[in-house]
């Protein structure tokens, strides 16, 4: 499995992870950022863009999944991941975000903070696994927030 940034010549590939998943599925396990095929909309997750970062899982020619981070201050970030129905139970999550806090990390970022509904057991363990606790519970959903840096580091 090869993970690498997200460039627009992977349009077809994002559509093509987007494609194997509903809009339910979707918003049930990772609250993506998108949950329709508006051509706008998902060439927007494929360019290089200042407030976000995205990430794709490819094997050879097969798209896995993608994950992005969209910037929300200079010091957090939202994660949003999908990841093909076929390629599920594969590491595929876990060596999308792996990279994206790489990412996060190398520019200083402090908060990577993931959504989710609470009988959302994927995103539960993955969270678990990569080192997330829960921020807020309220209702339906859980906000998990892993720190990125030590709380004294000083951005420059």
Not at 1 to 9: A, D, K, T
Not at 81 to 101: C, N, Q, S
Request: with cysteine; hydrophobic share 50%.
């Amino acid at each position: 499995m090869l993970v690498r940034s997200i460039v627009p010549s992977d349009e077809d590939a994002y559509r093509a992870i987007l494609d194997d998943t509903s809009a339910e599925d979707r918003y049930c396990r990772f609250f993506h950022l998108v949950d329709h095929f508006d051509p706008d909309e998902v060439q927007r997750f494929v360019e290089t863009r200042p407030d976000m970062i995205g990430m794709i899982a490819l094997d050879g020619e097969t798209p896995l999944g993608a994950a992005h981070a969209a910037l929300i201050d200079d010091e957090s970030a939202e994660l949003a991941i999908v990841v093909a129905r076929a390629a599920r139970r594969r590491g595929v999550a876990a060596a999308l975000i792996d990279a994206l806090i790489a990412r996060l990390r190398e520019r200083r970022f402090r908060r990577l903070i993931a959504c989710a509904l609470r009988e959302n057991r994927a995103l539960e363990r993955l969270a678990k696994r990569t080192g997330f606790h829960v921020e807020l519970a309220e209702g339906p959903a859980l906000r998990w927030v892993l720190a990125l840096v030590p709380d004294d580091a000083v951005k420059p």
